[in-house]
């Protein structure tokens, strides 16, 4: 009949040696998920962490270019993947595998058998904290991820913007309607600081922090309208690699320290298991 056997796992079982699994998504595309999530994994690395990242973002992986790598991952032992080293942090991406401009295209369960694939089949050994960059929207990879592994919690980013916080709110019932915890939310993109230091608000700055508050969740932080954290993530140095005390770097490590003290309490209350009845 095909069935599995007793000893077979149900549910989603931990990583050996992986504390905590951290997911950053984002209701829309185009609010710097990915630049958040590359730049919160440098800054928990330079904060003394072992640190993972997944890129599963399968469509639009960005994160090879934003770590400034494109040799493909070495395969050890038996079909076990290497992760890709690179600015201290360990990380895979569909983009390693298939680089270049030509999109993969895949069917749902494809998608589902990759992200088993990053997360059971690659050396990540001992990690602090594992980052699972989203594509943007909601659907098939949060539930493949939720399926396969307990997640500490999600960071949801967002931009100001109220079409931005529409989508964010959407992202935010989805995590909740998946039994993961939200750790809080992120304003990315929130004042652009001129030379002279006048502020322009292009976005809606503060609108993040007030959903957060509308909802009970912490604000993690913001990270301004900055040239410098494009140019980071565009030549492969992503702007936190200046360290903490950097002006350009320093929302990056106030919103890693935060996403430190949620984690470690979400997991101090047994962190998020999602129930299939």
């Known amino acids: 009949m095909g069935h599995m056997g007793a000893g077979a796992p149900q549910g989603p079982q931990p990583l050996p040696g992986v504390d905590h699994v951290i997911a950053v998504g984002s209701g829309k595309g185009g609010v710097g998920k990915t630049t958040v999530a590359v730049n919160l994994a440098i800054a928990l690395a330079k904060l003394g962490h072992n640190v993972g990242l997944i890129d599963a973002d399968i469509y639009g992986p960005n994160v090879p270019m934003m770590l400034g790598v494109t040799r493909q991952p070495n395969i050890v032992g038996e079909n076990r993947i290497e992760p890709i080293l690179s600015h201290g942090v360990k990380f895979i991406s569909v983009g390693l595998i298939s680089p270049g401009d030509k999109p993969l295209v895949m069917r749902g369960p494809m998608l589902h058998q990759i992200i088993r694939q990053f997360l059971q089949q690659v050396e990540w050994g001992e990690l602090d904290y594992l980052i699972v960059d989203l ?34 709110r959407k992202a935010l019932e989805m995590f909740h309607q998946v039994n993961v915890e939200v750790l809080g939310m992120v304003e990315n993109m929130s004042q652009m600081v001129l030379p002279g230091g006048e502020v322009i608000d292009v976005f809606g700055a503060g609108g993040v922090e007030r959903t957060a508050a509308q909802y009970g969740l912490t604000f993690l932080g913001s990270v301004d309208l900055d040239p410098a954290v494009r140019e980071g993530g565009d030549n492969g140095l992503p702007v936190s690699l200046a360290g903490s005390e950097s002006a350009k770097a320093k929302g990056f490590y106030e919103i890693a320290g935060k996403v430190i003290v949620a984690a470690e309490k979400a997991a101090a209350q047994g962190g998020s298991v999602l129930e299939i009845s």
């Open 135 to 168: 594509p943007p929207g909601t659907g098939d990879v949060v539930i493949s991820l939720v399926q396969t592994v307990p997640l500490t919690g999600a960071v949801v980013v967002s931009t100001g913007s109220n079409v931005s916080l529409q989508d964010a």
